[in-house]
């Protein structure tokens, strides 16, 4: 292929693109209407009408698409629930090409615009450039991102010498239920030809700067009930005479953390790695504006003065959070009444080498003695719902090396290797049941707002495709890899002859089988392609 063809088959694939932006935000406008609420009960039939849409949006591509049916899980209160089917779709099964396994879930977290969004958070709204909506970053937006940039190689009938396999759930918000189970199942046939895994499920640490995520903190999520009796009563009648649930409740949270953010839970710290010398100098070299990031929480102070020390605490040492009280009063107005049951939620961010069944054992054993000494006649419950592990990843990496090589290549600099102080369980899972590679390439800004009120996601929201050159092949006489072609500012490095279509923000993998990997073409929803600049978030991989 000459250059001039390959210039072609460039301004083809743009202007599909730049023609289709619409469609593009119709389609993420479509996926943002449905409430897919996967922690609240009564939303669980948005659940499962959302993976209907995500299934029927990859047959359209002409996936095979096989929604596994997960049973259905009981509730705390007895109360039993249907859970959502995982889609595993396939496009492509040549034993010739490479498989790449992408994860996506679209489920979201409960929103209300009476919780302080500017917008409805169930209807897409754009707003200077970006689109606000519940799932628009977390994480309906980069599933449609790749499915997007798939349709545009298949609508213009480009051939696609990669394999592609899906994973989407809609339970990653509760905890991705039965998932955890259908990957062992699958293990030996829907992963077995799979050659790397990618998951684009977080976004960077700053707003401007591109980074690399090889770890998350776990999360054990925590119920502590306090009770003292079947009904409600009158604080009139029973005020001071009786020890009152959420009193109990009360001493009991605040029991756990200190005012400096220290837990006070006895021996939780016990297994927390010693800080070396090596990862203290990476936080070092991490760019992180303390400023920009107190402007993205709306808080004005934090806890730690120092760029390192936030990152401590963010990344290294498990944290504490109190998540709100169920059974107490809390509508508008003065009830003047004493509940007979409270339910306090609050949950650990735990670090690598935290064992889960040890935390429990520590919160149950902390709670049951604060709650001895107050000699309260209440019925006091604990339990754990919810706990997922850690997740970390060897920045060492070959594919973690080439990450580094490709954005320093594009942005001219090197990317920020950052952990993730919450938490991505399918990260572990994935690598430990399919002893694949799994990379995590965040593609959101740190102003994103995933969980929070007004998530919102950049119109110029990334599909990268990815190249790869088989080793040993001969290469046609296209622009060398080192060069580029320009489109206006627009660079597009390539190089050829054979080529597979891969999106995400970016992902690669270095096997015995491919070693050279870069950028076709890099697009923005509502921007020009032909108008990109670098400042337009562009990634490359580049394999040595």
Sequence with gaps: MSSSSSSELEMEIFQYIDGHQSDFIKDLKEWVAVQSDSVQPDLRKEVIRMMVLAADRLAALGATVNSVNLGSHQLPDGQDLPLPPVILGELGKDPQNPTVCFYGHVDVQPAKKEDGWKTDPYTLTEIDGNLYGRGATDNKGPVLAWINAVETFRALELAMPVNFKFVIEGMEEAGSLGLEKLLKEENQCFFSDVDYIVISDNVWLSNKKPALTYGSRGNAC?????????????????????????????????????????????????SVAALTEKERKLYESIEFDLEEHKKNSGVKKFLYGTKEEILLHLWHYPSLSIHGIEGAFHEPGIKTVIPAKVIGKFSIRQVPHMDLSVVKQQVVEHLEGVFSRRNSPNKLKVSMPLGAKPWLADVNDPLYKAARRAIKKVFGEDPDFIRDGSTVPVARMFQTITQKSVIMFPIGAADDGEHSQNEKISRFLLFVCLCYKRRGENQSPLVP????????????????????????????????????????????????????????????????
């Design 222 to 270: 925590f119920f502590v009930e306090v009770e003292c009796g079947g009904k409600d009563l009158h604080s009139g009648t029973f005020g001071g005479i009786i020890h009152e649930p959420l009193t109990d409740l009360i001493a009991l949270l605040d029991s756990l953390v200190d005012p400096t953010g220290h837990i006070q839970i006895p021996g939780i710290y016990d």
């Design 481 to 544: 890899t080192n060069k580029h072609s320009q489109m206006g500012s627009f660079a597009v490095h390539w190089t050829f002859p054979n080529y597979c279509l891969w999106q995400t923000c970016c992902c690669a993998r270095q096997t015995a089988k491919f070693q050279t990997c870069c950028i076709p073409l890099c697009t923005f929803h509502g921007v020009p392609t032909q108008s990109l600049t670098m400042s337009h978030w562009q990634f490359s991989f580049h394999y040595q």
